[in-house]
C-alpha cells in the first residue's frame, strides 16, 4: 500500500483526539466552575406530627422551609473557573501545536520517501550502465584491447552501486515503516 499517497486526515489521528477527548474533558469541569457560582437554594419539608389519613390533610402537621445561600466573597469559585478556562486554553494550543508538528512530520517523511525512489531509480540506473561497462570491459578484453585490472575497476564500481541501491531500498523501506508509525496506523 502506497502511504505517500494516502489522504491523511489529522482528525482521525490518536494524539489528536486524546487531546479534544481532554479539552471536552475541561469544558464540562468549567461549567462545574460556573456552577459554583450560583446561589443555592434548598426547599424542604417535614412532618410536625404523624399525619392522621382518616381526615383531610392539615397543612398545620407540616414544616415547610426554604433556605437561600449566597457566598459574600466568591473568590475560591471565580479563581477555579479562571484556572479552567486557562486549562482549556492551554489544552487548544496543544491541540493546535500537535496538529501543526504532527503535519510537518508526515509531509516531511513523505518528501524523504519521494526522494529515496527517485535516488533509488538513478542508483539502480546507474548498475545497470556499470554492468554494461563491465560486459564491454569484459569483451574488450577477450579481444586483448583490455586489461584485468580494468575488469576489477569496472566490478567494483558495479558491486559498490549495487551496495548503494541496496542501502536506499533498505531506507526507503525504513521511511515507510516511520511514515505508517507516524500516521499511528492508518486504514
Known amino acids: 500500500k502506497d502511504l505517500v499517497n494516502t489522504e491523511f486526515t489529522l482528525e482521525n489521528h490518536t494524539k489528536i483526539n486524546a487531546l479534544q477527548n481532554r479539552i471536552e474533558i475541561l469544558t464540562v469541569e468549567k461549567k462545574l466552575k460556573a456552577n459554583l457560582l450560583l446561589p443555592k437554594m434548598d426547599l424542604g419539608y417535614s412532618y410536625i406530627a404523624e399525619p392522621s389519613y382518616i381526615d383531610n390533610y392539615q397543612f398545620e402537621n407540616y414544616k415547610i422551609g426554604l433556605n437561600f445561600y449566597f457566598p459574600l466573597f466568591l473568590r475560591k469559585e471565580r479563581g477555579g473557573l479562571k484556572l479552567a478556562q486557562y486549562k482549556i486554553q ?10 501543526m508538528q504532527l503535519s510537518n512530520k508526515i509531509s516531511a517523511q513523505k518528501t524523504e520517501i519521494q526522494s529515496l525512489e527517485i535516488q533509488n531509480k538513478i542508483i539502480k540506473s546507474l548498475a545497470e550502465d556499470y554492468a554494461v561497462m563491465l560486459q564491454s570491459e569484459e569483451r574488450l578484453f577477450s579481444f586483448g584491447e583490455s ?11 558495479l558491486i559498490s552501486a549495487k551496495l548503494a541501491s541496496i542501502a536506499l531500498e533498505n531506507r526507503y523501506f525504513n521511511s515507510n515503516a516511520v511514515l505508517f508509525k507516524i500516521m499511528a496506523n492508518p486504514d
Open 90 to 99: 492551554e489544552s487548544e494550543l496543544a491541540l493546535n501545536l500537535e496538529r
Open 147 to 157: 586489461s584485468l585490472f580494468v575488469i576489477n575497476s569496472r566490478e567494483n564500481s
